[in-house]
């Protein structure tokens, strides 16, 4: 297989130079922008609307330990366990240590937290594998909304430069006095709102701050919405780094079905609705969890996403792609505690509060992604990445609830004060040597077998079959792919036009690429990983895996003992 090594786009007529760019709008990156603001000039740079990303769309809310009875300790605990042996304990409980001042953070910046009923103080509540109540939540289930509004809201207010519809492309490399490669600033794709190309520019800087999100549009079906299509892990790879553990997706195991032809972003009925008692249903009337797990529906996400994927395989009563959600013992107050999925119900023409919803594991969360601290710094020298686009040790091989949007803005608000106190020296790029139209971009009609590939072999449960089936397809549709330029060497040579589509999905089939090169190595089922063919964890695979793409475009994958 080879994969582009840039995404072809005609050459730049535009620059701009800041001290810090920031790639991406979500949690992690206005908090990142909102941290440097004050001190530096800032860019971000996204491309649709400020509110594209997964931030907008989280339902659970944010962990952090609020109440006296629970402990940091208690928190980091739950979380190493969910992580299946492979979190940093100590950027955990760094990370723990910070999660309940980023809360107030945000509260002071002016986010409003659901009460406790009757009260002032904010109401904590439980989702799966936390053992205490430590998540805070607004609206009921639209958390991440408000977290999203007050952090639009605040970077607006403070002054943050934002550059809309521009798409990240690739970065810009440049060498320093000492020898030592350099990130330098990014090639940005300037587009309408259709994502039709209107020009090609540069936006150098001192430090480029990746936030781009995580990869769940790899997929068929997944709970992420259409702009999180691993823009960030693939400019990466195209940038020479290796990015760590891709392989562990988490699937939720509660997405909505829509039937069987829907695709891209599916509504998510939350983990919360199983803590308010709700329990799944085969296609035969069965219930899917009793004596899979002592915690039976609040088993933690993997558990009860694998049981769901092998009921579904027995298709029990004839129905093979989805079980069912009970919830009708809440009756109306179902309508009030879930005012979202309440609505994205009664578009398919249901009302929980009588029907049982139809239910599929889907793609959720990227747990792997750019290897970094929870400062940002990565192995480039100028280059950050923070939120879901990084892997920074406190996920492990499965991430625990609600602790992503607190890693958000934690990491973001870190980069961003660090940089306002040092930035790396200004170093020129180096001279771009090929010509940046001469790079094959995916034909777009191509896109939904890769993400059918990906759904199909790469879900919940894989083995060694149908992964080489998927790096087979995958293969394939790549060896296909197209020229944006005619040579005119090859006659029946497809023509593809740069723009939004075709560089996201040229983004995500070399994000799906490195997803089966790693799960492909990984012999044991470990965290939100399961292979069928190795169905145990095994001691010699507490390993992190790197993927790499070499200078002729194909992967390569290392392993390294974690420690
Ligand atoms: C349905 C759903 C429910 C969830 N519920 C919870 C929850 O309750 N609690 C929790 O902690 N987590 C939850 N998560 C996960 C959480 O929302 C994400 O992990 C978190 O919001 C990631 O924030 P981020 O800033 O890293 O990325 P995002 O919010 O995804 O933002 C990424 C940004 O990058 C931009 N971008 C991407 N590529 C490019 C490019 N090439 N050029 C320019 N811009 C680009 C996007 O447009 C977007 O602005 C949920 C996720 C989903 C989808």
């Given at each position: 297989m080879s994969l582009p090594r840039r995404l072809a786009a005609p050459p730049a007529t535009w620059e701009r130079d800041v001290d810090v760019v920031v790639l991406g709008s979500g949690a992690a990156g206005l908090s990142a922008a909102l941290a440097v603001r004050p001190v530096r000039s800032v860019l971000v740079v996204t491309k649709d609307i400020l509110s594209a990303g997964s931030t907008q769309w989280a339902q659970g809310g944010l962990a952090g330990v609020l109440?006296?009875?629970?402990?940091?300790?208690?928190?980091?605990?739950?979380?190493?366990?969910?992580?299946?042996?492979?979190?940093?304990?100590?950027?955990?409980?760094?990370?723990?240590?910070e999660a309940?001042?980023?809360?107030?953070?945000?509260?002071?910046?002016?986010?409003?937290?659901?009460?406790?009923?009757?009260?002032?103080?904010?109401?904590?509540?439980?989702?799966?594998?936390?053992?205490?109540?430590?998540?805070?939540?607004?609206?009921?289930?639209?958390?991440?909304?408000?977290?999203?509004?007050?952090?639009?809201?605040?970077?607006?207010?403070?002054?943050?430069?934002?550059?809309?519809?521009a798409f990240a492309l690739d970065l810009l490399l440049g060498t320093g006095a000492d020898g030592e490669r350099q990130a330098v600033g990014v090639r940005i794709g300037k587009t309408d709102e259709h994502g039709v190309l209107v020009s090609v520019g540069v936006v150098t800087a001192r430090a480029v701050v990746i936030a781009s999100g995580g990869y769940g549009q790899v997929f068929a079906s997944t709970s992420n919405p259409p702009a999180v299509t691993g823009d960030g892990v693939a400019m990466a790879l195209r940038a020479g780094l290796p990015v760590t553990d891709v392989e562990f997706v988490q699937f939720h195991p509660t997405v909505m079905w829509r039937g069987p032809d829907a695709v891209g972003q599916q509504a998510l009925v939350s983990e919360a609705?199983?803590?308010?008692?709700?329990?799944?249903?085969?296609?035969?009337?069965?219930?899917?969890?009793?004596?899979?797990?002592?915690?039976?529906?609040?088993?933690?996400?993997?558990?009860?996403?694998?049981?769901?994927?092998?009921?579904?395989?027995?298709?029990p009563g004839g129905v093979d792609d989805h079980v069912y959600l009970d919830a009708t013992h809440m009756g109306e107050r179902f309508h009030e505690r879930f005012p979202s999925i309440t609505e994205a119900c009664r578009e398919i023409g249901l009302d929980p509060a009588i029907d049982r919803i139809p239910v599929a594991p889907a793609a959720h969360y990227a747990c792997g992604g750019i290897r970094a601290g929870l400062d940002?710094?990565?192995?480039?020298?100028?280059?950050?990445?923070?939120?879901?686009?990084?892997?920074?040790?406190?996920?492990?091989?499965?991430?625990?609830?609600?602790?992503?949007?607190?890693?958000?803005?934690?990491?973001?608000?870190?980069?961003?004060?660090?940089?306002?106190?040092?930035?790396?020296?200004?170093?020129?790029?180096?001279?771009?040597?090929?010509?940046?139209?001469?790079?094959?971009?995916?034909?777009?009609?191509?896109l939904r077998e890769v993400r059918a590939v990906m759904s199909r072999h790469v879900g919940v449960l894989r083995d060694e079959m149908s992964l080489s089936s998927a790096a087979g397809a995958l293969g394939?549709?790549?060896?296909?792919?197209?020229?944006?330029?005619?040579?005119?060497?090859?006659?029946?040579?497809?023509?593809?036009?740069?723009?939004?589509r075709t560089w996201e999905g040229t983004n995500i089939l070399t994000v799906a690429s490195a997803v089966v090169a790693a799960a492909r190595t990984r012999h044991e089922s470990r965290g939100c990983h399961r292979r069928s063919d190795f169905p145990e964890p095994r001691a010699e695979w507490l390993r992190h895996l790197d993927v790499t793409l070499a200078a002729d475009g194909a992967l390569d994958v290392s392993d390294r003992p974690h420690t």
């Open positions: 109440d006296p009875s629970d402990t940091i300790e208690n928190h980091v605990r739950d979380t190493l366990e969910a992580g299946a042996g492979l979190c940093d304990e100590d950027v955990v409980r760094e990370l723990v240590t309940p001042k980023s809360i107030r953070y945000l509260m002071r910046l002016g986010a409003a937290f659901d009460p406790e009923q009757g009260g002032t103080d904010i109401a904590l509540t439980r989702e799966g594998g936390h053992s205490h109540n430590r998540i805070v939540h607004s609206g009921g289930d639209r958390s991440g909304a408000e977290v999203q509004r007050t952090l639009d809201e605040s970077a607006i207010g403070a002054g943050v430069d934002v550059l809309g519809h609705v199983r803590g308010e008692g709700a329990i799944l249903y085969d296609g035969a009337g069965d219930r899917v969890m009793l004596g899979v797990h002592p915690l039976e529906d609040l088993a933690p996400r993997d558990v009860v996403a694998a049981a769901i994927s092998r009921r579904m395989a027995e298709a940002g710094s990565t192995s480039l020298r100028g280059l950050y990445a923070v939120g879901e686009v990084s892997a920074t040790g406190v996920h492990g091989a499965n991430r625990l609830a609600s602790n992503s949007l607190t890693e958000s803005v934690v990491a973001g608000t870190r980069v961003g004060r660090d940089l306002a106190w040092e930035l790396p020296d200004r170093v020129p790029i180096d001279i771009e040597i090929d010509d940046p139209m001469d790079h094959r971009l995916l034909d777009p009609a191509r394939s549709i790549a060896h296909g792919m197209g020229s944006a330029k005619r040579t005119g060497a090859i006659d029946d040579e497809v023509r593809v036009e740069p723009s939004r």
